[in-house]
């Protein structure tokens, strides 16, 4: 096996990712930056009107998008929704499990449904879709790329009123450690990021409920999602072909105790 010299490039020419949660904050940039770096992207959320607006951006950009209406907390919709990505776009080679949910109560006072949806978008979903696509992947003997946003959260609970969001987040992190195990001899890579703090519509949310708490960090400020552009595309470029299992923190130092 041979490498270029250096062994990095950013080139998604001829790669199908699936993009959950895109209609807005994270997902939103990550199909942008996805595109813009080649590959055909099927953006996949509840809002239908803003998928069209971004699919609409992206193609004036250049770019390949297919708007799927998707609710990841709804079990038989998961499976189609690689289907559906896969007969417009081809066969889903990246995947990014973005789409999560606050909790935004204490533990003694959440109502069952509102227990079990948490659970559904924020780690049973990710574990469905996964394996769609692994196993699409694993009958067409090819590698693919999987994504999973966790969240600092998962390693650091500041004890606001998230314990299940940090919980299911946590689950994220050992889900990908499992996984990569799983798959690693059919060359499927499975990492995920953990950010922080990051401006995005669920942080406007956290910021109505408990004010400007960037105030608390180091740096005193949010982060900006193009600020994960890097570490999205190294996990799903050549770059990290050997790189399977991990995850990269990426909070700005408000982790920092």
């Keep these: 096996m041979t490498f270029p010299l250096p062994n990095v490039s950013t080139d998604l020419t001829g790669q199908t990712a699936l993009v959950t949660g895109a209609s807005s904050g994270l997902g939103r940039r990550f199909a942008q930056v996805l595109a813009a770096c080649g590959a055909k992207v ?41 289907a559906k990505a896969e007969a417009a776009l081809g066969l889903v ?6 789409a999560g949910i606050p909790d935004a109560q204490r533990a003694h006072k959440m109502p069952l449904e509102l227990i079990n949806r948490v659970i ?21 003997k090819q590698p693919g790329r999987i994504v999973n ?18 919980i299911t987040k946590a689950g994220v992190i050992r889900m990908t450690e499992a996984l990569a195990v799983e798959w690693s001899r059919f060359n499927i890579n499975v990492n995920a990021i953990a950010p922080g703090a990051f401006s995005s519509e669920m942080m406007d949310g956290m910021l109505e409920r408990m004010g400007d708490i960037s105030q608390h960090f180091p740096r005193k ?20 072909e050997c790189v399977t299992g991990t995850y990269v923190k990426i909070d700005d130092g408000q982790g920092s105790r």
């Design 149 to 166: 946003i966790a969240s600092i959260a998962a390693f650091d609970y500041a004890g606001n009123g998230a314990a299940l969001y940090s």
């Design 93 to 98: 080679t990246i995947l990014v499990n973005n």
């Design 120 to 140: 559904d978008v924020n780690l049973r979903a990710p574990y469905v879709l996964s394996c769609a696509v692994a196993r699409r992947l694993i009958e067409e």
């Design 221 to 240: 400020r949010l982060g900006d999602p193009a600020q994960m552009d890097s570490t999205l595309l190294y996990f799903v470029s050549p770059a990290s």
């Design 42 to 82: 099927a953006i996949a959320a509840r809002r239908a009107d803003r998928l069209e607006t971004l699919a609409a951006e992206i193609r004036n950009a250049g770019g390949v998008a297919e708007p799927i209406e998707l609710d990841v907390a709804d079990d038989a919709a998961l499976e189609p929704a690689v």
